[in-house]
Structure formats: structure tokens, C-alpha cells
């Protein structure tokens, strides 16, 4: 069984450009959880989906950031107009069920010039 | 609302003596706690978890954690420390009512002198 996958590993965009990170969840998996790790710092936890909902997403910055999980395919973290703030590592989490434990992918690293 | 201190951001051991992170979490509710690890450049991997089964909680690689309630404590240990534990750890929290949103701590970097 697969792991979590998340493509691309690496991603430089400039400012204003679009970022568009992906993550497919363990075969099973219908939770999906996204995080963002700033330097030194510990995950902060963004968004969490299920299949087509968005279940939680108080933490995700309220002006553009954006995420889904189609019913067929990766969930989707976009960025639009990318700031070097946005510069960070973002992990995807899955699980099985909405208590079940958290499997995370290897990340995106973000870079923004 | 729910959190994690951990209260050493480096910690330095000797390669075969033992191992103790600490952990302090606050939460309202009865909370899932757990330990993960993450190597250089790495994913992050579940070392461990507790919900509210047995206190003293075995995990991977050696490694266990003491559930102390009335410490409000979660510290990690390890008997002996080997080169490959080398690696950052979070103390994480969370509670659930069907949404486990995990809350983590800000980690500690774990160094193993040879």
C-alpha cells in the first residue's frame, strides 16, 4: 500500500505567480488534511476535507489560499498571487476515518522569489 | 482550546544513554496525544499515540510515552539513544468530536553525540 504522495516535491514560483500543490491520500483514505511548516517552526494545521467537502477550514488564510478534493483525483492547494511569506513547507495528512491516525505525505516545498 | 509546550527546542544525549523529551498539553477535553518524528528534508512519521487506553504508551523504534494526567504531561523516552534517532520531534494534541485537527508543538531537535 502506497503512501501519502505529494507533487511536486519542490516548487519555486515568483511573486504573483500561482502555486498549485497536490497530495493523494493513502488507497482507503477519504480525510485529507493540509498543513503548512514555516521555518523553525512547528505544522499549523489549514484545511481538512473529505470527498468534494470542505470540513474544516479555519485555518486557512481567508484571501488566496483555496483547496478541494474532487471526488476523482489529488486533493488541490492553491495559491494565487504567491507572496515570499508563502515560502514554507506543506504537508498533506490522510486517514481512514474522521478519528482515525494521521498519515503524512513527504511534502511540497515552496519557494517564492 | 487545546495546546502543546515542548519545553526543550534542542537536546543533546549520548549515543547509547537514555532518551527524555518533554511534553505539557492543555486541553478542555479528554485529549488523543501523539509523538511524531522528522528526519532532514523528511515526511513526518507516527512514533506514537494515546487515547486514553493503557497510560504507558510503546511505539516504534524503541521509543514509549507516560500518559500523566494530573502533570499534564506527555514526555517521550527512549532507553538508548542510537545515531539514527537523530531527528526533530513534535508533541501533538488533539481533540476529537469527528474532526481530529491536530495541534502541534513547536518540536525539539534531538542530537546524538557519537
Known amino acids: 500500500n502506497a503512501g501519502v504522495m505529494q507533487n511536486p516535491r519542490h516548487l519555486v514560483r515568483r511573486r504573483g505567480q500561482e502555486a498549485r500543490l497536490r497530495c493523494s491520500p493513502m488507497k482507503g483514505h477519504s480525510h485529507v488534511y493540509w498543513y503548512r511548516q514555516l521555518p523553525e517552526e512547528g505544522l499549523k494545521f489549514m484545511v481538512y476535507l473529505q470527498k468534494e467537502n470542505i470540513i474544516d477550514e479555519s485555518g486557512m488564510p481567508k484571501e488566496r489560499f483555496s483547496a478541494e478534493f474532487p471526488k476523482e483525483g489529488p486533493s488541490i492547494l492553491r495559491i494565487q498571487q504567491v507572496v515570499r511569506g508563502d515560502s514554507a513547507a506543506y504537508f498533506c495528512?490522510?486517514?481512514?476515518?474522521?478519528?482515525?491516525?494521521?498519515?503524512f505525505g513527504p511534502g511540497t516545498r515552496l519557494l517564492v522569489l | 482550546a487545546q495546546s502543546v509546550t515542548q519545553l526543550d527546542s534542542h537536546v543533546s544525549v549520548s549515543e547509547g544513554t537514555p532518551v527524555l523529551l518533554r511534553c505539557n498539553y492543555s486541553s478542555s477535553y479528554s485529549p488523543s496525544l501523539f509523538w511524531y518524528v522528522q528526519h532532514p528534508n523528511k515526511g513526518l512519521q507516527l512514533l506514537l499515540k494515546?487515547?486514553?487506553?493503557?497510560?504507558l504508551v510503546k511505539g516504534i523504534n524503541g521509543f514509549e510515552a507516560e500518559f500523566k494526567k494530573s502533570e499534564t504531561s506527555f514526555h517521550l523516552t527512549k532507553p538508548s539513544a542510537h545515531m539514527s534517532d537523530a531527528a526533530e520531534y513534535f508533541c501533538v494534541v488533539s481533540v476529537g468530536f469527528g474532526n481530529e485537527k491536530l495541534t502541534f508543538g513547536t518540536g525539539t531537535r534531538l542530537t546524538i553525540i557519537p
Open positions: 494515546y487515547t486514553s487506553a493503557a497510560t
Open positions: 495528512a490522510s486517514s481512514p476515518t474522521p478519528t482515525g491516525a494521521q498519515y
